[in-house]
Structures are given as C-alpha cells and as structure tokens.
C-alpha cells in the first residue's frame, strides 16, 4: 500500500512526535511505501512581524499549502492520507485537496483539539469541560490557549470555521481516538460515532522486562502546571525518608518545583533533568514504580506504554484514559486526582508490598505484549486503513477495540 502520512511538529518535541516517527517506522519495516508531508513550527521563527500576521490566516486556510499538497497528491498518488497534526503551518485546507481527488483521510486525535481552543480540556488547576458543553466563546473569554484572548480567538476561528464548512464530518473519512474515554468524548462534540475508531498508542522498540523489584519511585515527563508534579511533591513530604523519588523531565515548573524542595526540605527527592530515551528506560527498570499524577485528561501517555513492556507497574490518577489504561490492583494503582493525602497512602502501599507490586509489573508486561507491541498496533492500523478504504479487512479476529 502507497501511504501518504501527514505532520506538523510544534516548536518544543513531544509524544505526537514520537508516535508519529513509530508508525512511520512501522509501516516501512512491513513493506509499505511511504511518503512524508512534514513541516515544524519552528518555521515561524524564520518569518518577519509583517509576514507572521498573515500565518492566522493561513492557520484556517493557506492556499498556498493546498497547492503544494494537491501537487504531491498528484505525482505520489497515494491510496491513503494519515493525518496526525495540521497545527499551525500546514493547516486544514490539506483535506479538501485529498477529497478532490478521491482520497480516503484517516487522522489522529492525538488531543482534544477538535473541542477547546487550549487542546487539553485544562484550565486554573483543573478539567474544564466549557468548550465541550457550550460556546468556543468559552474559551476566548478566559484566554485558555497561551494566557491569551487574541491567541485563542485564533484558535476557536480554526475551530468554529471547519465546523460551520463541515470539514470534520465530510473529508475526513476515518478518526482514530487513543483510548475509549477519548472517543466518547469526541462523540459528545458531535463526531459521528461509526467514523471513530480506538488504537491506542504502541512503543516502537520491545526495551525488555525487568529483572529486579526496583528501589527508588519514578516520574517521567513533562514539568509543567497539568502534570501534577505539586501534589507529588505534597504526598513526598508526607511520606517517610526511606522512599526515595527520582524526577526525570524538564519543562516551566522545574525551578518551582525544586524550589519547593528546598523550601520543604524534601531530601529524598532528585531532579535527573532531561534523559535519552534508553537511559529513561534504564530508570524505569531500577524502579520500583512510575507514578503519573497528572490532573488533566492525558491523551495516552507513552511513558505508562513504556513502563508496562518493562515490567513497571504504574500508580496514577483515577482520571480519564489513565483510568482505562492501568487496571487498578492488577497493573498498577489509582489515587484521587489533586489529593496529597490519598497518592501518599498509595505510594506507602506500594512501597512496603514490593512482591505484590512485582506481580502487578508482571501482569504490566503481558498487557504490553496483549495490546501495545508494534505487531498488535501494526494490525489494528491496517483494519482502520481498509475501514477507510471500504474493504474487507485481511486479518482474523480483529481487535475488538476497533469499532464497525
């Protein structure tokens, strides 16, 4: 099959990155012949006060990329376009290109832009839920996308024009959410339900599962606001000396964060700044646990991906697809979204039963292996492209995660 896959990075590289450069890679090692339409917004540094005026414009509807798009869609010819990210450079104009000429769409949710303005369902401290009840208006009045009105009146521009032009709904033939919590949540915004398909996010490379019960709590990520890092360091003062926790990430927070720890006197903490991905992974073998305390609706974190086809169990907040994802008692543990008290309980748990937080990381492991290696996430991908194209799909016993 001749792929046609679609992407615009963001300025600081994240997990859309990540799982975009695997399924790339994935679909290459099985024989398929892929063309990539890429473009960053870095590009934006590059461009003059004058010019950068224009990239709203542009954001909504840039002619000239439609033109540069239709023309690859011309020489390459492909079967399918895979779409993962059209913000800000590429912009939505890319699908009526494809729809002129009769080519089927599939495009990742990888977040909940379709639905607020901020992408994340997050703002003050906590899940907001306005945009998906009511108006985009919502959003431009508190500013939810960089602390901005005009930034977010921008964005909800995008929004509110693809839906009144019925972009959505008529060119783009196949969705592909990352876990059921999303898809219910797009379903609830007024995406057809039948065009919503679930695969869930995969990691690319087995690391192999651990050996050892581990000695030290980790989180990996993000430092920022979302992510929950203060309530972790809250339950951490709670917590006795003899449970040591290792923060692997950069991001906003971190000198706040570390502040509070000085502050606090918090000694058992360490900050290991930004890590490789194999020494991230080395990290997560020598731990006992990951903890992801994040207080937002994650999209599908990779690192809890990660942490399973290790062997690592995970403890994480009993909020959106974290909820779906780790199976609390079996491979791993949930806490109370924002409670101190409740994540130092669990983490106290955790640490003084390492047999049973061993089983949990076993059980961890054949989770992985049952639905996030790169031949299981290979084959849903191939039912959802058949889906897409009307054919009948090759493979037996298709995943039930993917919806008729």
Request: hydrophobic content about 40%.
């Amino acid at each position: 099959m001749k792929i046609c896959l679609v992407h615009n990075s963001y300025a600081q590289r994240g997990g859309e990155d990540v799982v975009f450069e695997q399924e790339h890679a994935n679909l290459k090692r099985h024989g398929h012949e892929v063309v990539v339409y890429r473009r960053s917004n870095t590009e934006m540094k590059t461009r003059s006060p004058l010019t950068r005026i224009s990239l709203v414009k542009n954001a909504v509807w840039s002619t000239d990329t439609r033109r540069e798009f239709g023309d690859l869609l011309d020489r390459e010819a492909p079967e399918i376009v895979h779409v993962h990210n059209t913000f800000f450079m590429i912009s939505p104009s890319i699908y009526s290109a494809c729809k002129e000429r009769g080519i089927r769409v599939v495009q990742t949710l990888h977040n909940f832009r379709w639905i607020c303005p901020a992408f994340t369902l997050y703002r003050n401290g906590a899940v907001c839920e306005e945009c998906l009840d009511g108006s985009l208006w919502n959003g431009i009045r508190h500013g939810c996308y960089r602390d901005s009105r005009a930034a977010t009146a921008s964005v909800a521009l995008i929004l509110a024009w693809h839906r009144l032009m019925r972009t959505w709904g008529e060119c783009v033939d196949s969705y592909i959410a990352l876990t059921e919590f999303s898809r219910g949540k797009f379903i609830a915004a007024g995406l057809q339900p039948g065009k919503i398909l679930v695969k869930p996010n995969f990691v690319g490379t087995d690391p192999g599962l651990r050996s050892g019960p581990g000695d030290f709590a980790l989180y990996a990520g993000r430092l920022s606001s979302e992510k929950g890092l203060d309530t972790l360091l809250h339950a951490w003062k709670l917590l006795p000396p003899l449970c040591p926790l290792h923060i692997i990430g950069d991001g906003p927070e971190r000198p706040a964060l570390e502040e509070q720890v000085r502050r606090r006197n918090i000694s058992h903490v360490t900050f290991r700044g930004s890590l490789t991905r194999a020494e991230t992974i080395a990290a997560m073998k020598q731990s006992r646990f990951l903890v992801v305390p994040s207080v937002w609706y994650e999209g599908f974190p990779m690192v809890i991906a990660e942490a399973m086809a290790c062997g690592t169990p995970v403890l994480c907040s009993r909020l959106g697809a974290m909820e779906e994802i780790v199976a609390d008692g079996a491979t791993g543990m949930h806490f109370i979204p924002g409670s101190a008290e409740d994540l130092a309980r669990t983490i106290a748990w955790a640490w003084n039963h390492p047999v049973e937080m061993f089983q949990m990381g076993r059980a961890s492991r054949h989770e992985y292996e049952r639905r996030y290696t790169a031949e299981k996430n290979y084959e849903l991908l191939m039912e959802i492209y058949d889906k897409a194209l009307g054919r009948k799909h090759e493979f037996a016993g298709a995943a039930s995660s993917v919806h008729a």
